[in-house]
């Protein structure tokens, strides 16, 4: 692989990243602005400000978590993708880790950094399809998808993506998976009010994997 | 004019339409500018082909989970803005609990369009953009920086070392902290180990895990590789298939 070729091609993707973020978070936050001029009536800076200490504090706390998690899983273009697209959790880590998979490409890799940003790209491209068509055709399809049927499946979205994922990284990992899944559920039984903060516990949860990985990686080492 | 008129009215999908529009060409030309990288570089055109295809299956059920996010939300907010919140940058648990604290900050009881006025309307679209904007912030100024740092100390261990166990791990985590959620739910749910809270996460964790196995089991053992790139898409399906069987006979 020429490495060169990588180089020149990564600082450019952090050129055109930095520059596409700093004109999204431009657009995204001058929009309740333009959006307060369309209807008359500007935006309450000082209830913005209670709100923001409120619960903002806390989303300002998970970002810099999932910055400093995900990024390197994800590379340079995946990264200021994911971040620009959002829905990380529940969609672009998940797609990217299984595109990885699927490819065999290594974190850290060149391989790596294309497969994360093109899986990224498409999951992102898909979700912007979807959106944009559903809202065309939101009244012909309002039906279908709040039929009352229909509602556990759409309920259901996580767990069966989380489901799926976990055999295939359980049954390969189990003495790595064990001790978190374990703990995790403990946890949850006992103190039930966590649920409310999943994302949160997702911090600990890898903490203990990552440290059971290390010590096998170490015994493997030794 | 309602409020609701105007927040679904012809300058509100403007304003959020052109912001998708932008975003759909600048994830457009990272995916151009990949393939091409990855064809120069040497990588398989199969390869590539298989990450984009696996990537498209992969989103398009979660895709249609978020939809109804902004079906949800149209009814308080109205349509162009959830559109725009979770096609762009926004995530399905955080928009609704931010619009509500933003609601409630502005005096409104609940987030709902009879209580809803034009400032505080903007006042929650404000809110809802600073609060998560943090993410694509620290991408601008660090993540040059500490993917350089995190490559710098790659390369004296030689080749990718524990990165990449470490990254599964990571993965493993996050799986494990949803499932235990699924499994607290059910068992204190209701009440402390009182077995009366929703089972339906976990049969359909138990559905989708075992179609993941079938499918996993046909590209190995019958080697069809070309499975993989639907394992996902196909196991969520017949997962979220179960949840509504299981409860048309609950």
């Known amino acids: 692989m020429n490495n060169n070729y990588f180089e020149s091609y990564n600082k450019r993707t952090h050129v055109i990243g930095r520059i596409s973020s700093a004109i999204v978070l431009v657009m995204l936050v001058g929009a309740p602005f333009l959006i307060g001029k369309v209807l008359g009536a500007m935006p309450d800076i000082g209830a913005a400000g209670k709100a923001f200490l409120s619960v903002g504090l806390v989303w300002t706390v998970s970002s810099v978590v999932e910055f400093l998690v995900y990024t390197p899983m994800l590379g340079a273009g995946g990264g200021y993708l994911a971040f620009i697209t959002g829905n990380l959790i529940n969609m672009k880590i998940p797609c990217a880790v299984n595109a990885r998979d699927i490819v065999g490409a290594k974190t850290g890799t060149p391989e790596n950094e294309i497969v994360s940003t093109l899986s990224i790209a498409t999951s992102s491209l898909v979700t912007i399809i979807v959106l944009a068509l559903g809202v065309a055709l939101l009244v012909p399809l309002q039906p279908v998808l709040q039929s009352p049927t229909l509602q556990p499946a759409f309920e259901n979205v996580v767990p069966a993506l989380f489901g799926a994922m976990a055999y295939k990284y359980f049954r390969g990992n189990m003495k790595i998976a064990a001790a978190p899944l374990i703990v995790m559920s403990i946890l949850f039984i006992l103190v039930p009010s966590l649920t409310g903060s999943t994302s949160f516990m997702i911090i600990p949860a890898g903490a203990l994997a990552i440290g059971i990985a290390y010590k096998f990686y170490k015994k493997a080492g030794a | ?250």
């Open chain 2, 1 to 250: 004019m309602n409020i609701l008129s105007l927040l679904n009215s012809a300058p509100m999908y403007a304003i959020c339409g052109g912001i998708i529009a932008f975003v759909a060409v600048v994830c457009a030309v990272f995916m151009v500018r990949a393939y091409r990288a990855g064809l120069a570089m040497g990588i398989d055109r199969v390869k590539l082909k298989r990450a984009i295809t696996s990537s498209a299956t992969f989103s398009l059920l979660p895709s249609v989970g978020i939809l109804l996010g902004v079906i949800a939300l149209s009814g308080s907010l109205g349509t162009p803005w959830p559109w725009l919140r979770l096609s762009v940058i926004g995530a399905l648990h955080y928009e609704t609990q931010v619009a509500q604290a933003a609601a409630e900050q502005v005096g409104m009881s609940s987030l709902s369009a009879a209580e809803m006025t034009p400032s505080g309307f903007a006042t929650i679209a404000l809110l809802m953009s600073v609060c998560i904007m943090w993410g694509m912030v620290l991408s601008i100024f660090f993540n040059k920086r500490y993917l350089g740092k995190l490559g710098g100390g790659r390369k004296g261990s030689g080749g990718t070392g524990f990165g990449d166990t470490a990254m599964t791990a990571m993965f493993i985590g996050l799986v494990s902290a949803y499932i235990g959620s699924y499994i607290g739910g059910f068992v204190s749910g209701g009440g402390l180990f009182s077995f009366s809270g929703s089972f339906m996460p976990l049969i359909v964790v138990v559905v989708s895990g075992l179609v993941m196995a079938g499918f996993i089991y046909l590209a190995e053992k019958k080697k069809l590789a070309w499975v993989e790139s639907f394992s996902i898409a196909g196991s969520m399906l017949i997962g979220m298939a179960a949840a509504v069987v299981v409860k048309l006979f609950m």
